[in-house]
């Protein structure tokens, strides 16, 4: 079964940090390019930083900028969201999705790990 899992939400405070995992299983992530996407009650879905399939290209929503990292280990078929800064408005569920490329539709996607900012 092909299948994104994502990892490491929680409870954070103001200026806070957070590593999200996105792991995939059942195919080979390094042939994909990786999105993280967020979306918080009553708000539309938010895409927040993409990577490629080498890691050798990221982009951020600018939202994120400047606070989110974006990375890959193929060898562990695994892509990280390091989360930095953290603010109310960053609370959400955070998603990943596995691509062809970062403009192309996501093609797999998890069930989220909720982020909570707050004090």
């Known amino acids: 079964q092909l299948q994104v899992v994502e990892s490491g939400g929680g409870l954070v405070q103001p200026g806070g940090s957070l590593r999200l995992s996105c792991a995939a299983s059942?195919?080979?992530?390094?042939?994909?390019?990786v999105h993280w996407f967020r979306q918080a009650p009553g708000k539309e879905r938010e895409g927040v930083s993409c990577i490629s399939y080498s890691g050798s290209s990221t982009n951020y929503a600018d939202s994120v900028k400047g606070r989110f990292t974006i990375s890959r280990d193929n060898a562990k078929n695994t892509v990280y969201l390091q989360m930095n800064s953290l603010k109310p408005e960053d609370t959400a569920i955070y998603y990943c999705a596995a691509a062809r490329h970062c403009a192309a539709k996501y093609e797999y996607w998890g069930q989220g790990t909720q982020v909570t900012v707050s004090s």
């Open positions: 059942g195919f080979t992530l390094d042939n994909y390019a």
